[in-house]
């Protein structure tokens, strides 16, 4: 569904989509209601919903991918940061989840989901109902042929992403110390099995360092602009090898490689470096590495 052109396709599969997702929420968070007994299965409803969610906002984007491709990578890089863990647990290890997850029950894990849920949904309706104040101009664009400025505030949302990304590398290097200090006394399972204390502010901080990061992506600097935010993100990404994290290496890595094909995408069409083949064939490589 287009802000300016209201398609009835599009709107019924907008309809279809979030609607099944929001069904699956209510029917989730009334699970959960019900008592401890039915956590697992509020727990799994909400996956679903978040499937489905995502699949909405994709679908509801692609008819202006131009101008929501900043969402759209963050879209992404919140699932494969944030949400990948979780989607590949629930297939290939649902008999042990809490431990592959790391959570002491199914009331810390449902809870952690509904927070990282919580978070996708706000932005995702802050992101639309944003746009709503724009229609009015896009339309006047779209009369004149011209196109939607949206240099205006991709700057400054680049810079403040990197003030964050600058000022919370030093929590999120306080705790990946003390992970790293865990796994080296008690052995790689701790790292899957065991929490580390940390105090709740610096815990909140240090998780704000990869979503920075994220936005940071999505505003698709130029290369120049890149060194320094992916040198430091760099070290922790390798870093990241000493707590016996492989896959969260592997599917950081995967961020940074879609950042580079669509940055690759926008250049001509012989100057390109990603064939449609490159990129399938290291997507293929990259799922499998990260899960090897």
Same mark, same amino acid.
């Given at each position: 569904? *287009?802000?300016?052109?209201?398609?009835?396709?599009?709107?019924?599969?907008? +309809?279809?989509?979030?609607?099944?997702?929001?069904?699956?929420?209510?029917?989730?968070? +009334?699970? @959960?209601?019900? =008592?401890? =007994?039915?956590?697992?299965?509020?727990?799994?409803?909400?996956?679903? =919903?978040?499937?489905?969610? %995502?699949?909405?906002?994709?679908?509801? *984007?692609? #008819?202006?991918?131009? @101008?929501?491709?900043?969402?759209?990578?963050?879209?992404?890089? &919140? %699932?494969?940061?944030?949400?990948?863990?979780v989607y590949f647990n629930c297939i290939y290890y649902r008999h042990k989840i809490l431990?592959?997850?790391?959570?002491?029950?199914?009331?810390?894990? &449902?809870?952690?989901?509904?927070?990282?849920?919580?978070?996708?949904?706000?932005?995702?309706?802050?992101?639309? /109902?944003?746009?709503?104040?724009?229609?009015?101009?896009?339309?006047?664009?779209?009369?004149? @042929?011209?196109?939607?400025?949206?240099? /205006?505030?991709?700057?400054?949302?680049?810079?403040?992403?990197?003030?964050?990304?600058?000022?919370?590398?030093?929590?999120?290097?306080?705790?990946?110390?003390?992970?790293?200090?865990?796994?080296?006394?008690?052995?790689?399972?701790?790292?899957?099995?065991?929490?580390?204390?940390?105090?709740?502010?610096? #815990?909140?901080?240090?998780?704000?360092?990869?979503? #920075?990061?994220?936005?940071?992506? =999505?505003?698709?600097? *130029?290369?120049?602009e890149m060194k320094l935010p992916l040198l430091v993100y760099g070290i922790y990404m390798?870093?990241?090898?000493?707590?016996?994290?492989? %896959?969260?290496?592997?599917?950081?890595?995967?961020?940074?490689?879609? &950042?580079?094909?669509?940055?690759?995408?926008?250049?001509?069409?012989?100057? @390109? &470096?990603?064939?449609?083949?490159?990129? /399938?064939?290291?997507?293929?490589?990259?799922?499998?590495? /990260?899960?090897?």
């Amino acid at each position: 569904m *287009s802000m300016l052109h209201v398609k009835r396709t599009g709107a019924v599969l907008d +309809v279809l989509l979030f609607g099944a997702a929001t069904v699956l929420f209510l029917a989730s968070a +009334v699970l @959960r209601w019900m =008592g401890s =007994g039915y956590i697992s299965g509020a727990f799994y409803l909400m996956v679903f =919903g978040v499937l489905f969610f %995502n699949a909405g906002a994709l679908f509801h *984007s692609l #008819s202006h991918i131009y @101008r929501d491709i900043s969402f759209l990578l963050f879209l992404i890089a &919140y %699932n494969i940061l944030l949400l990948g863990r979780v989607y590949f647990n629930c297939i290939y290890y649902r008999h042990k989840i809490l431990t592959a997850l790391e959570a002491d029950s199914w009331e810390n894990l &449902y809870t952690a989901m509904a927070i990282v849920t919580t978070g996708l949904v706000v932005f995702t309706i802050a992101y639309y /109902a944003v746009g709503l104040l724009f229609t009015k101009r896009e339309r006047q664009m779209q009369k004149s @042929r011209g196109k939607v400025d949206m240099h /205006a505030y991709i700057p400054v949302l680049r810079q403040i992403s990197k003030v964050i990304l600058y000022v919370t590398s030093i929590p999120y290097f306080y705790v990946m110390v003390l992970r790293i200090l865990a796994v080296m006394k008690d052995g790689y399972a701790v790292s899957f099995t065991k929490t580390v204390d940390i105090p709740g502010v610096i #815990s909140r901080l240090a998780a704000l360092f990869v979503p #920075s990061f994220a936005v940071f992506l =999505g505003t698709l600097p *130029s290369l120049k602009e890149m060194k320094l935010p992916l040198l430091v993100y760099g070290i922790y990404m390798v870093a990241s090898l000493l707590t016996g994290r492989r %896959n969260m290496m592997v599917t950081e890595a995967f961020m940074l490689f879609v &950042y580079f094909v669509m940055r690759d995408y926008r250049r001509a069409k012989t100057k @390109r &470096y990603f064939t449609p083949k490159t990129v /399938a064939v290291c997507i293929v490589v990259v799922i499998i590495a /990260a899960y090897l």
